[in-house]
């Protein structure tokens, strides 16, 4: 990142959503606050080349449970950037299009502690470390030496600015939620009431 100045500071949360929950939210929240954020894009994704398409929720309603997780937050916005784009989603495209669109805005990308770990094998990391912040969740319970390690490699490696929260992430999981839902345990507290209501309204997750 260079040192320009910026008119906004807008974060960005990505993922499937499949479904969103109260990990996500909190995670959304706490870089909010942290980094001084104007606001959050919720960015669900269109087709995760990442993940087998046969566990992910048809994208209508990944959205619309989106739409509904952040609807109460004035600061939160839903962005259907990945979902209108054919094709795979990549991370360095939606920025590409977002810093060249919105060039006064300073994009900081929130992510917990496995995805940091992870980032550098996503398609074109230098063209993505180049275009934003990432901000990163400790691991609870966990060291965070290996955070500060990684940061200072990419920090080395690709001139990227990171980012390490001084808050845990919530240990919660979609792949969790899904498997409490398929076997009929309350997922209550982890899922907001208006998601919960409408996995229960459009039978989703196998219930």
Not at 17 to 44: S, Y
Not at 163 to 190: H, K, N, W
Request: glycine letters at 6%; aromatic letters at 10%; hydrophobic letters at 35%.
């Amino acid at each position: 990142m260079n040192n320009k100045r910026y008119q906004k500071r807008t974060g960005i949360l990505g993922g499937t959503f499949n479904p969103i929950h109260i990990g996500h939210l909190t995670l959304a929240q706490n870089a909010l606050e942290h980094c001084g954020l104007d606001e959050v894009l919720f960015i669900p994704s269109g087709v995760s080349y990442l993940k087998d398409p046969e566990t992910i929720e048809d994208t209508e309603h990944r959205v619309n449970m989106t739409r509904l997780a952040i609807e109460d937050n004035g600061r939160f916005l839903l962005s259907l950037i990945e979902t209108e784009r054919e094709g795979n989603s990549y991370t360095y495209e939606t920025l590409d299009t977002l810093t060249k669109e919105n060039p006064d805005v300073r994009y900081f990308y929130i992510v917990g502690a496995d995805t940091l770990l992870y980032m550098e094998n996503w398609k074109h990391p230098e063209l993505i470390f180049d275009k934003c912040t990432v901000v990163c969740a400790k691991r609870e319970g966990k060291s965070d030496d290996i955070l500060y390690d990684k940061a200072a490699f990419l920090k080395e490696k690709y001139k990227a600015d990171v980012m390490i929260m001084d808050v845990p992430e919530i240990a919660s999981s979609s792949s969790m939620i899904r498997q409490m839902l398929s076997e009929g345990r309350s997922c209550r507290y982890y899922l907001s009431d208006k998601v919960r209501e409408y996995i229960t309204a459009n039978h989703l997750y196998g219930i």
